[in-house]
């Protein structure tokens, strides 16, 4: 007599998108032209961040001691738990507002959903994760809105508050300092493993880990007067992010190979073949304002422009203050955080040494 299977008729998540992640994002390149007829904010003078510098969240001077940060993410699936991938989510919008120096206060869930492909329970176990993250940070998820779409879609608008003074902007590096990145590299060559089917569990806990760690230290960090920049690590890449530091400050940014922290079996997988479709276009969109080194092979340059999701904090300080902000990063749980580079008077471009 065969034995009985069991079948399930509801599908990965996974196979349901055609990117995953912070790889959905729209090429950088591509972006620009979009963006590039977008009205300008300076008419409103209390708009202190808008769409010029490319940065994290928008920010709103409400008074003299608070101003209102606000930003949107969202994404189609990294993973196939769906926990796991309201999880991720919520934790990778909520950055964006710590990368600015704020904390939340508020979110709003934004979703789409195939509603006759996936299960109501499997939807459902979404927004559960995505608010379990929001439980963690202390906010409340206060709303937001739905649809009915081809590919599943899940994200958070949220809202923050800072100081006026101390929001940190992409653009503010200064010659001297150093660069510090907060979390281990390596989160889009995981995904695609994963959607490979060949990543092992420890693999995926160790991606997990880094993608659903809430990048808290961003509000310790925007007391410290020393701290000059502040971006987060996502679809573009390390050297994404790196090019939109150094063009914002007009100095050159130097980054040093050998002092990148990856995530545990990134560099095998690489050197496997393993690696996204968005590498190559983020390469192609800012490739020419970038120095690597002579002979780097293609996989380290896959490495380098790898799309990380909810990514590490990426930071400018003086060099007297970068003992003081590892201090910072340690003591939340942050242990690969590393000093990775300098920025230095030049060419607004990024070198890779």
Not at 218 to 247: K, P, R
Not at 256 to 270: F, K, N, S
């Amino acid at each position: 007599m065969t034995p009985s299977i069991a079948v399930t008729d509801t599908p990965r998540l996974t196979s349901l998108s055609h990117g995953g992640g912070c790889g959905c994002k729209i090429a950088p390149g591509v972006l620009s032209e979009l963006l590039a007829k977008m009205p300008m904010g300076q008419a409103y003078p209390n708009l202190l961040v808008g769409t010029e510098t490319s940065d994290d969240a928008a920010v709103y001077r409400l008074n003299a001691e608070q101003a209102l940060i606000a930003t949107t993410d969202f994404f189609m699936p990294i993973v196939d738990d769906p926990y796991d991938f309201g999880r991720i989510a919520a934790t990778n919008a909520l950055s964006d507002v710590y990368a600015m120096g704020g904390s939340p206060i508020m979110a709003l869930a934004i979703v789409g959903m195939p509603i006759n492909v996936l299960p109501r329970d499997v939807i459902a176990r979404i927004l559960e994760g995505g608010a379990s993250v929001c439980v963690q940070a202390g906010i409340p998820v206060a709303g937001g809105h739905s649809i009915d779409s081809v590919e599943p879609i899940y994200g958070l608008a949220v809202m923050g508050l800072g100081h006026p003074d101390r929001i940190k902007r992409n653009k503010d590096a200064r010659a001297g300092d150093v660069l510090i990145l907060g979390k281990a590299l390596g989160v889009g060559v995981l995904s695609a493993a994963l959607k490979k089917g060949i990543l092992d569990e420890a693999g995926y806990a160790a991606m997990l880990a880094c993608t659903t760690r809430l990048n808290t230290p961003g509000i310790a960090l925007s007391a410290l007067a020393d701290v000059h920049a502040a971006t987060d690590v996502t679809g573009f890449g390390l050297l994404g992010h790196a090019v939109e530091m150094a063009q914002g400050a007009g100095l050159t940014a130097t980054i040093r190979l050998d002092d990148l922290p990856w995530l545990p079996g990134v560099c095998e997988l690489a050197a496997q073949g393993v690696i996204t479709g968005a590498s190559g276009r983020n390469w192609a969109a800012y490739g020419a304002a970038v120095d690597l080194p002579i002979g780097l092979d293609d996989a380290s340059r896959a490495l380098l422009t790898d799309p990380q999701t909810s990514g590490g904090l990426l930071v400018a300080c003086a060099p007297e203050a970068a003992a003081r902000v590892l201090d910072v990063f340690h003591s939340e749980g942050f242990g690969q955080a590393a000093v990775i580079g300098q920025f230095e008077a030049g060419e607004p471009r990024v070198r890779v040494i």
